[in-house]
DNA sequence: CAATCGTCCTGCGGGC
DNA sequence: TGCCCGCAGGACGATT
């Protein structure tokens, strides 16, 4: 499930790859996950690629941009000139992009859930700006986030971190392992946290996010980055667990229709 | 205003 | 053993 750990770490490893280069050739296996008007603006140069929540946004020439979500099962493999495409990555193509330097880019998706399309400025701007805070971004400070907790006080923990209109990237993952590290208990409501709690909560979710990053994300089930797999879910607390790190059998609910794991003993 | 539900999709695990 | 049901998960709109 590609949060923004792995975007991030998908966005750095693409960046590497393609920019200064051309799609020269793109063959699009599912038209229902990928743009088919892609087809027809090749052969065009990559100009960037960056990050806006749990998007990989792909700037092309000419104010053309490729907006990708990549949902819980969308990855990229990167096939450099003169190799062929093992049998694993075979499965599941979405759509293929040959390189001006003869090296290929596939998009793969298990689930077909994600997509990737073709915008211009103006659309990707009306699609991304509902999105809240990007939670590493230099502004995002703490007492925006006291002020944004404060604004929404019936609503619960777990499922404001998850609502991409409150804060942007953060998925069932990392929000289950924010709140085990605040020791928060995922069914609070915000409005009986106190200041310490919100503190807390602020900090760990970006010591988590930023840990994970450098772990080039968490790998269960399908995630993989473009190099291979993820390191983070050698750090996981509470996530896919039988246990906290300190030896506690954890309690798993449904919050906001998401299987919630926490530990009864270390949130409160 | 907050929470829940249905929708999109397919691999896989559980149960019979 | 084999088959079928239902769950999982992110975003978004509609409904409660």
Request: aromatic share 6%; net charge positive; hydrophobic share 25%.
């Given at each position: 499930m590609p949060e923004l750990p792995e975007v991030e770490t998908l966005v750095q490893q693409l960046k590497r790859r393609l920019v200064?280069?051309?799609?020269?050739e793109v063959k699009i296996v599912n038209s229902k996950v990928v743009d088919n008007k892609i087809k027809k603006i090749v052969p065009v140069k990559v100009i960037g690629v960056r990050r806006r929540a749990k998007s990989i946004i792909i700037e092309l020439e000419k104010g053309q941009f490729l907006l990708v979500h990549l949902r819980m099962s969308g990855h990229f493999h990167y096939i450099p000139k003169g190799k062929t495409i093992e049998a694993d990555y075979q499965r599941f193509i979405v759509a293929e992009f040959k390189l001006s330097d003869g090296s290929i880019l596939t998009h793969n998706s298990i689930r077909m859930f994600g997509s990737m399309k073709l915008v211009s400025k103006k659309h990707l701007d009306l699609a991304l700006e509902r999105l809240g805070p990007e939670p590493l971004s230099r502004e995002f400070s703490l007492s925006q986030f006291k002020e944004m907790i404060s604004r929404k006080k019936k609503a619960n923990v777990k499922t404001v971190l998850l609502d991409q209109q409150f804060i942007a990237g953060i998925g069932n993952i990392y929000a289950q392992e924010a709140l085990y590290h605040a020791g928060i208990d995922p069914r609070r409501k915000l409005g009986e946290l106190s200041t310490l709690e919100v503190e807390k909560l602020y900090k760990e979710m970006r010591r988590v996010l930023v840990l994970a990053i450098k772990k080039k994300g968490t790998t269960i089930e399908s995630y993989l980055h473009i190099e291979g797999v993820g390191g983070f879910q050698k750090h996981l607390?509470?996530?896919?667990?039988?246990?906290?790190?300190?030896?506690h059998r954890l309690k798993n609910l449904k919050l906001g229709g998401r299987s919630t794991y926490y530990c009864s003993k270390c949130q409160k």
């Open positions: 200064g280069k051309k799609i020269v607390a509470v996530y896919h667990c039988q246990k906290c790190p300190r030896g």
